[in-house]
């Protein structure tokens, strides 16, 4: 015999005693919302299954043992998203009495394809034309390269000064920089920790020989042209400032300057025995010039540069790239440690240096 397919039926019948009603059964489905069960037909609402399967049917009918076709997806496709036309508030069951509601329109944006992040880019330093030898000028015997990391001493303007393997010059270009242990120079890569290895480094770029520089002396009053020269200088720094020192003896206070801009330092230094060292530093981070300071001791002079933001600075020039950046703790502050919020600091390297 056939069994009826009704929700709230579900008996067998003989088509011989099916009439119009023989049947009583629930036309809607059923709805279970927090502990309750019953069906949207209905008013009737009850907290056990066993009480909700026993709810009799609200309609009658004829018995039928045919499954009424799923309803029509209203849902309709389209390249960009997909929406269902008509939201419906009716619970979808499948054969295994397992409810599925859907609220409202479902929206499935398209993904967008990934695209490769933009190039930071840093200001390329204008390089600065080397200084070459005057050939009309004499060169003493024994006279040895001035160009740093080279040393190689004069042997004849045939020799030194034409162009054979001898006459080339491989130096450094850059300045000599010692931080926290490290060792090398401005213009390479490679650090080393001793400073017998740090001699030996092999320079970077190929030129001439300096022997005398471009600049006369002047013999009538004994008196010669100053000798420019490479000071060693080191740095470290707090969450507030940057503290330079510059070693360099007999300094003449008077004729020596040293000038701050916003992100630009210029260090200009005059010795008693006419020797000077004379750069440019372009600092990695912005800094206060009213409020940065210089003072003048014995074997050295001290620079204090005054931060404008704490962020900790990973080299002291901007064309320098000794790794990541990060900021100091401050009690309280903000997107440090110890910090109540997180604020994104648009003064940080990843946006000052673009």
């Not at 004379?278 to 300071?293: A, C, R």
């Amino acid at each position: 015999m056939p069994i009826c397919v009704h929700k709230g039926c579900e008996k067998t019948y003989d088509e011989k005693d099916n009439h119009e009603s023989a049947c009583l059964y629930h036309p809607s489905a059923p709805i279970f919302h927090e502990g309750l069960k019953g069906w949207q037909c209905c008013s009737r609402r009850v907290t056990s299954f066993d009480e909700f399967l026993a709810i009799p049917g609200c309609t009658k009918g004829w018995h039928s043992n045919e499954v009424p076709p799923p309803p029509e997806s209203n849902e309709t496709s389209k390249e960009s998203e997909t929406v269902s036309s008509k939201p419906s508030t009716e619970p979808i069951i499948d054969q295994n009495g397992v409810e599925t509601y859907n609220s409202g329109p479902t929206y499935t944006p398209i993904q967008p394809k990934p695209t490769d992040p933009p190039q930071k880019t840093k200001p390329i330093p204008k390089e600065e034309k080397p200084e070459e030898d005057d050939l009309s000028i004499p060169v003493n015997p024994g006279a040895v390269c001035k160009r740093s990391g080279c040393n190689t001493p004069y042997v004849d303007d045939a020799t030194s000064r034409n162009e054979g393997p001898q006459a080339e010059c491989v130096y450094h270009p850059g300045t000599p920089i010692f931080h926290e242990g490290s060792k090398g120079w401005s213009c390479c890569s490679r650090k080393v920790l001793e400073f017998e290895e740090f001699l030996k480094i092999k320079g970077c770029k190929k030129g001439k020989h300096l022997f005398v520089g471009s600049s006369k002396k002047e013999a009538c009053n004994f008196l010669e042209t100053e000798e420019l020269i490479q000071c060693r200088h080191d740095w470290y720094q707090t969450p507030s400032n940057v503290i330079m020192s510059v070693f360099c003896k007999k300094i003449d206070k008077e004729h020596s300057t040293i000038s701050f801009k916003e992100k630009e330092m210029s260090i200009d230094l005059r010795t008693a025995d006419n020797k000077r060292f004379k750069e440019v530093f372009p600092l990695y981070q912005y800094i206060e010039p009213e409020n940065s300071t210089y003072e003048f001791l014995s074997t050295k002079v001290e620079i204090k540069l005054k931060k404008t933001n704490g962020i900790s600075w990973p080299s002291l020039r901007v064309d320098e790239d000794f790794g990541s950046s990060t900021t100091f703790g401050i009690q309280g502050g903000n997107a440090t440690i110890g910090g109540k919020e997180y604020i994104l600091a648009k003064d940080s390297p990843l946006y000052a240096n673009q």
